[in-house]
Every structure is written in C-alpha cells, then in structure tokens.
C-alpha cells in the first residue's frame, strides 16, 4: 500500500491549491480516504474524509471552501482548497483505512507523506 501526494505549495490568502493523492496496491472505492492537516505544535486535524458510498464530512473550518473527490478510475484522491486563509497553513496528509469506521473516527491505517500548504496574508 502506498500514498503519494502532491500539489502543495505557496499562495497568497483567497488563493486556490488542489492536492491530489495516488494510491498504490488497492482499490480506492473501496476504502474510506481522507485528508488530515498538521501545525507544529497543535494536534492533527482531520480536514475532509470521504466513504465508500460518496459520502463527504468536512471539518467546520473549511465547510465551503474545501471539497474532496476521487477518481476511481485513476485511483486519486483530491482535496481542492479555495479561499484559503492563512490559518490552513499546515503539512496536509492522505490517509486511508479499509475500515468503514476511519469516516469516523480520522483512525486511518495507511499515510501518505505530507505537503506543505503555506498561505501567506
């Protein structure tokens, strides 16, 4: 199993980026996928989570702003970030687990590396 993500960078506040995940050695419909979000020194912070059935949940910070997505067929994950604020500044993680409870519980089995999104005001 392996996660590869990319798409992370620079932007300025009100800017767009969209991070896209590819996964490796299982079949993404049929996993629960999301993405986590890191600050040094806070705890980690599920950002947007998909299911099975389509599914979405959204953490109240980025309701609105964020969406997630996968394309089966290209078994990627994308996370497309609009509006961002500075305060979405972090190191965001894919994350994947067969389980359907992940959706839940942001418990996931499986990690990509991180990329670093920076939103300067």
């Known amino acids: 199993v392996q996660l590869v993500v990319s798409g992370g960078g620079s932007v300025q506040a009100g800017g767009s980026l969209r991070l896209s995940c590819v996964v490796f050695?299982?079949?993404?419909?049929?996993?629960?996928m999301g993405w986590v979000r890191q600050t040094p020194g806070k705890e980690r912070e599920g950002v947007a989570a998909?299911?099975?059935?389509?599914?979405?949940k959204y953490a109240d910070s980025v309701k609105g702003r964020f969406t997630i997505s996968q394309d089966n067929a290209k078994n990627t994950l994308y996370l497309q970030m609009n509006s961002l604020k500075p305060e979405d500044t972090a190191m965001y993680y894919c994350?994947?687990?067969?389980?359907?409870?992940?959706?839940?519980?942001?418990?996931?089995?499986?990690w990509g590396q991180g990329t670093q999104v920076t939103v300067t005001s």
């Open positions: 050695g299982f079949d993404l419909s049929r996993y629960s």
């Open positions: 998909i299911r099975v059935d389509d599914f979405t």
């Open positions: 994350a994947a687990d067969p389980r359907p409870g992940s959706w839940y519980t942001w418990q996931y089995n499986y």
